[in-house]
């Protein structure tokens, strides 16, 4: 069972930025997909962000699309999200997931671990 760890999250500024990194334990990180998912108190988990096994292709919700980069260094087992121009809208807690194979989903169905979530709060 692989573990996920979350890191990076806080309190920033509209407009600001931050980075939130997420490592994986164990040796198979690069045989999957990654993807980042986030919770607003009250509403549904929502899709943020994912890529596929190499980190050659990304995908990206329309809401953070242009101000969020994902990326993956498989050498370390992690994923980094950096997140600019961030909105009060974009508090959530951030949960890093990886998919059950090589091809990344915005389907929550499509993950099988998740990790403990970050909390990123954005003020106004």
């Known amino acids: 069972q692989v573990q996920l760890v979350e890191s990076g999250g806080g309190l920033v500024q509209a407009g600001g930025s931050l980075r939130l990194s997420c490592e994986a334990s164990?040796?198979?990180?690069?045989?999957?997909?990654m993807g980042w998912f986030r919770q607003a108190p009250g509403k549904e988990p929502e899709f943020v962000c994912a890529?596929?096994?190499?980190?050659?292709?990304?995908y990206y919700a329309d809401s953070v699309k242009g101000r969020f980069a994902l990326s993956r260094v498989n050498a370390k087992n992690t994923m980094y999200l950096q997140m600019n121009s961030l909105r009060p809208e974009d508090t959530a807690v951030y949960y890093c997931?990886?998919?059950?194979?090589?091809?990344?989903?915005?389907?929550?169905?499509?993950?099988?671990?998740w990790g403990q979530g970050t909390q990123v709060t954005v003020s106004s």
């Open positions: 890529i596929n096994w190499s980190g050659g292709s990304t």
């Open positions: 997931t990886r998919a059950r194979g090589t091809i990344p989903s915005a389907s929550q169905g499509d993950y099988d671990s």
């Open positions: 164990g040796r198979t990180f690069s045989r999957y997909a």
